[in-house]
T-cell receptor, first 113, second 113 residues
């Protein structure tokens, strides 16, 4: 069966510090991978998606970046965090041929102070 | 911009009642429709998917789809306090092949004993 991991689970960072969030998927090959952010009381905002190694598409221009160094690894980064980067970061995966069904990881709650 | 709108909440129903959650979408090319449940502080979990017009039943949950009206709904029968959560409607982007979803803002459901 497929499993998706995210770490860390919670993170408190000062403004201007760097960020690295990691997501890994087990039990499937060549998944489509997604990063979402959910601000408090808000919906899900798609930040990045990837259909393969090294292939990253950005949905929202901002100070975040994403990378996919391996087939089942997806990383979200920032060089300098802003207060507005606080939120619940969710990684999700899907595979082609399933109508776009996405499955979410447990999430990382980021607080920027 | 493709939009997904959910009925504003919060929705409060007594235990044992039917809870009705509604969603409209703007993309006429969408083919896949999903309902996710999100407990407070947790990540979304898939509870229903529907691809064809009509009803789809799974236990106490029934999803209804009307593509002509661009409308999808979720009925929860015999509502339980454990059903109290935020329900997210998601619709696939008809113009992509990699499973991009657009999410509604969510409807908060409270089932009171």
């Amino acid at each position: 069966s497929q499993t998706i991991h995210q770490w860390p689970a919670t993170l408190v960072q000062p403004v201007g510090s760097p960020l690295s969030l990691e997501c890994t998927v087990e039990g499937t090959s060549n998944p489509n991978l997604y990063w979402y952010r959910q601000a408090a009381g808000r919906g899900l905002q798609l930040l990045f998606y990837s259909v393969g190694i090294g292939q990253i598409s950005s949905e929202v221009p901002q100070n975040l970046s994403a990378s996919r160094p391996q087939d089942r690894q997806f990383i979200l980064s920032s060089k300098k965090l802003l207060l507005s980067d606080s939120g619940f970061y969710l990684c999700a995966w899907s595979v082609d041929g399933t109508g776009g069904t996405q499955y979410f990881g447990p999430g990382t709650r980021l607080t920027v102070l | 911009q493709k939009e997904v709108e959910q009925n504003s909440g919060p929705l409060s129903v007594p235990e044992g009642a039917i809870a009705s959650l509604n969603c409209t979408y703007s993309d006429r090319g969408s083919q896949s429709f999903f309902w996710y449940r999100q407990y407070s502080g947790k990540s979304p979990e898939l509870i229903m998917s529907i691809y064809s017009n009509g009803d789809k039943e799974d236990g106490r949950f029934t999803a209804q789809l009307n593509k002509a009206s661009q409308y999808v709904s979720l009925l929860i029968r015999d509502s339980q306090p454990s059903d109290s959560a935020t329900y997210l409607c998601a619709v696939n982007d008809g113009g992509t092949s990699y499973g991009k979803l657009t999410f509604g803002q969510g409807t908060i459901l409270t089932v009171h004993p």
